[in-house]
């Protein structure tokens, strides 16, 4: 093999390796098969053990939570193991003002905010989902 030819494999690799989390850029959800809520915020997930929200937040959470929450929200310590959160409102509190405003500290962005890119439903979606998933022991 040639130093090219091994260039094209190491950058191919790398690519592979970059995107098996999920895209690095903030993806919109198309949520046109759940419930819509409006344009007020809600406290309280509406989507908690529906199916359907569930499927979308699945996949939601794939495209744009899984490379620093980990697979399955099963995390490998870059962000934190969002299956720990409490089931009930003080969660569901902490999830969205994380999730729509994101996380500074000293300045450096550890979570960009996703309000503006993903909608009221992706995000209760994304956290029917996680809440879904069993709860480590």
Not at 34 to 58: C, F, H, M, V
Not at 102 to 107: E, S
Request: glycine content about 10%; proline content about 5%; charged content about 25%.
């Amino acid at each position: 093999m040639n130093k090219i030819q091994k260039l094209g494999f190491a950058t191919l690799f790398a690519t592979v390796f970059a995107f098996g989390h999920g895209s690095v850029t903030p993806q919109a959800i198309d949520t046109s098969n759940l419930k819509q809520l409006g344009s007020e915020w809600l406290d309280e997930n509406p989507y908690k053990g529906d199916t359907e929200a569930i499927k979308t937040g699945k996949y939601a959470y794939s495209e744009n939570c899984a490379r620093c929450h980990g697979l399955d929200a099963v995390s490998g310590g870059i962000a934190p193991d969002l299956r720990y959160l409490d089931d009930g409102m003080d969660g569901d509190e902490w999830f969205m003002e994380r999730i729509r405003n994101g996380a500074v500290r000293n300045g450096n962005v550890y979570m960009p905010p996703f309000e503006g890119v993903l909608t009221q439903e992706a995000m209760w979606a994304i956290r029917a989902y996680v809440s879904s998933l069993p709860k480590p022991e």
